[in-house]
């Protein structure tokens, strides 16, 4: 039965075994059938309930301690993933280790210094050849200081070179705080070596990747004795027991 009355159309409906319903509108006003078979009140509510919205999470990146691989959180304080304060994650690359959620050089790690090469001039500080025979017989010498122990080593010396080549560990199984080398190189000599070169370099966490360090020692006349520089050629690779 369908009644007209001032714009409103009224429709009763009968559902299943007696129920019944009604579903007014006019203009858009008034409910709509709910699945359920209620209505649906105005608001969007059913049943005259609001039917409300559920607030997404708040991202990985205002609520994570450590760091965060998408929307997940880790702790950060592995190798695999490492950071901290809601920050991406990253993956430390040997030999660097993941230490308060940055990758770096643990304090722990240790070291050799492998000596490759080194570059030597023709002649000393006064103009005159190293040996009566012509080109120096070089050999380094490597230190290795901190402030509990020093450690040193020399090599072989190559003769009559200018290029000597060695590509061997020098200094073997050292502490990262104990990087901080003295190089020295000396024309070698029966009776007495004679100074070439001396010099000092401290490792940074940037140069223990394997890569060639190239330590220039500047010539320096007025040194005690005088010294005619040279250049010498490292790396610093993790220990391998």
Known sequence: MRI???GWV???VVVGAGAVGCVGGSGGHGGTPARDGGA?????GQDGRDSGTTEPPPPCAETCDGCCD???CHEGTTNAAC???GAACVACSEPDVCDSGECGVGVTSMWDVVLIDATVPARNTRGELWDVAGLPDARVTLRANDSTMSIANTSDARDNTLTPMWNVPLLMNLAWRALSLEVVV???D???DDLIASCSHVVTEAEVSG???VVTCPADADASPPEAGASVTIRVVPHSP
Do not use: F
């Open 190 to 192: 029966d009776l007495r």
């Open 40 to 44: 649906i009140a105005p608001d969007g």
């Open 186 to 188: 000396n024309d070698s």
């Open 10 to 12: 009224v429709t009763w």
């Open 83 to 85: 950071g901290v304060a």
């Open 211 to 213: 890569d060639p360090i």
């Open 4 to 6: 007209l009355r001032s």
């Open 70 to 72: 998408g929307e997940v």
